[in-house]
């Protein structure tokens, strides 16, 4: 599998991924994600099996501690020179799960993050996955206030 960041040519193929693992309330739309591209492309992290886009992770850098419903959609809250990496989502189409790809990701992700000198990295997930983003030295801050998709999310956080 090859690993690498995106390019504005990804656009249809990550519409694909987001929306086969995140339901229509909280998955971005091609136009959120065609604007992420065109802001911050290098934080996006694609893994690719024979040419075909099967996981990936993308988020801004921030000074803000924890991720707040607006920076799905302004990108203008991307700080280049921020603190903290996010994660909006790790998204790994379901049958390529449990092979490893999302960890790698991880790994990608929160090395860049520490090559940019940033904090740490900074999350939202559910109650299910808590346990998953623990195994890499997340800590669950508890309850977010973000109520993205009208889902409840818990605020995460790996600080180097």
């Given at each position: 599998m090859i690993l690498r960041t995106a390019t504005p040519?990804?656009?249809?193929?990550?519409?694909?991924?987001?929306?086969a693992c995140f339901p229509p309330a909280e998955a971005a739309t091609e136009q959120q994600?065609?604007?992420?591209?065109?802001?911050?492309?290098?934080?996006?992290?694609?893994?690719?099996?024979?040419?075909?886009?099967?996981?990936f992770l993308d988020g801004m850098a921030t000074d803000e501690p924890t991720i707040?419903?607006?920076?799905?959609?302004?990108?203008?809250m991307h700080n280049e020179q921020g603190a903290w990496q996010t994660i909006f989502g790790l998204n790994t189409?379901?049958?390529y799960r449990r092979q490893g790809c999302a960890a790698r990701l991880l790994e990608a992700m929160t090395e860049d993050a520490r090559d940019a000198g940033r904090?740490?990295?900074?999350?939202?997930?559910?109650?299910p996955m808590l346990h998953y983003y623990e195994k890499f030295g997340y800590q669950n801050?508890?309850?977010?206030?973000?109520?993205?998709?009208?889902a409840v999310w818990y605020?995460?956080?790996l600080e180097f």
């Open positions: 040519a990804d656009l249809a193929a990550l519409t694909v991924v987001e929306q994600l065609a604007e992420r591209l065109r802001v911050y492309p290098y934080h996006f992290w694609l893994l690719e099996d024979n040419g075909k886009l099967v996981a707040q419903d607006e920076m799905f959609s302004d990108v203008s189409l379901p049958e904090r740490g990295c900074i999350l939202t997930c559910k109650e801050l508890g309850v977010s206030r973000s109520v993205h998709g009208g605020d995460m956080m």
